[in-house]
C-alpha cells in the first residue's frame, strides 16, 4: 500500500535561515509526489511536484525538493524563510488510481 | 491556469438541516473531482470521488446517504451534508482533476461548515 509520513508536525525556523521539511514515502511502483501549501482557512496551493523527470524539484517562491529513491524520501527546502512561509505543508503522493494520498501535514512557524 | 470554484466559503447550519457545497471548474471540463474533509490541525482525508455521470466512488467509512454527490455537469459538482449536526462541521475541500494530463489536479478554497 502506498503512504506518506511527514517526520516533523511543527518546523520552527528564523526568518533568512534554511527550511527542511522531511517527507518518506511508501509505494510499489515509481511515484508521482507533490508539496502542497495551505494557508489558515484557505484551499491549497502547488508548490511543486515530481513526475519522474529530474530528481531535483524546482517550484514556487523559492522552495525546492529532491527526489531520492534509495532513501525513499522527498524533503522540502528552502534557503531562506520568509514570514510568509508560515503555513501547512502536506507532502502528497498519487496512487495508482490516481487518488491523492496525503501527509499528516508539518506546519512552519517563522520567527522575526 | 486552471481555477476551481467552491462555494460557500462559510456556512452555519441549524442541526436537521442540510447544506450543499459547490465545486466548479471554471475554465476546464473535470470528468473526476474528489471531496475532502479536514479536521483542525489535521491532514485532508478523502470522503469520496465524484464522476460526471455516474455515482460517487465512496471511501470506507463515509456514509454516502448522509454525504450526497452529485456531478450532473462538466464543471459542477456538488456535496450535501444531509440533517447536518455538529459533529459534521469541518472544512471540506473540493479538487478537480485535469482531463489528459496524469498529475494535473487544482484545489477549491474550502468551505468551513459549522453545525448549531
Known amino acids: 500500500a502506498q503512504s506518506v509520513t511527514q517526520l516533523d508536525s511543527h518546523v520552527s525556523v528564523s526568518e533568512g535561515t534554511p527550511v527542511l521539511l522531511r517527507c518518506n514515502y511508501s509505494s510499489s511502483y515509481s511515484p ?19 513526475t519522474s523527470a529530474a530528481t531535483l524539484v524546482k517550484g514556487i517562491n523559492g522552495f525546492e525538493a529532491e527526489f531520492k529513491k534509495s532513501e525513499t524520501s522527498f ?5 531562506s524563510a520568509h514570514m510568509s512561509d508560515a503555513a501547512e505543508y502536506f507532502c502528497v503522493l498519487m496512487d495508482s488510481s490516481y487518488k491523492l494520498i496525503f501527509g499528516s501535514g508539518t506546519r512552519l512557524l517563522v520567527r522575526p | 491556469g486552471a481555477v476551481v470554484s467552491q462555494h460557500p466559503s462559510r456556512v452555519i447550519c441549524k442541526s436537521g438541516t442540510s ?4 465545486c ?3 475554465d476546464f471540463q473535470a470528468t473526476t473531482m474528489f471531496w475532502y474533509r479536514q479536521f483542525p490541525k489535521q491532514s485532508l482525508m478523502l470522503m469520496a470521488t ?5 455515482k460517487a466512488t465512496y471511501e470506507q467509512g463515509v456514509e454516502k446517504d448522509k454525504f450526497l454527490i452529485n456531478h450532473a455537469s462538466l464543471t459542477l459538482s456538488t456535496l450535501t451534508v444531509t440533517s447536518a449536526h455538529p459533529e459534521d462541521s469541518s472544512f471540506y475541500i473540493c479538487s478537480a482533476h485535469m482531463p489528459g494530463t496524469h498529475d494535473g489536479y487544482t484545489f477549491g478554497s474550502g468551505t468551513r461548515l459549522t453545525v448549531v
Open chain 1, 32 to 50: 508521482s509526489l507533490f508539496w502542497y501549501v495551505q494557508h489558515p482557512n484557505k484551499g491549497l496551493q502547488l508548490l511543486l511536484k515530481y
Open chain 2, 50 to 54: 465524484s464522476n460526471e455521470g455516474s
Open chain 1, 75 to 79: 524533503h522540502l527546502t528552502k534557503p
Open chain 2, 19 to 22: 447544506v450543499k457545497i459547490e
Open chain 2, 24 to 26: 466548479r471548474s471554471l
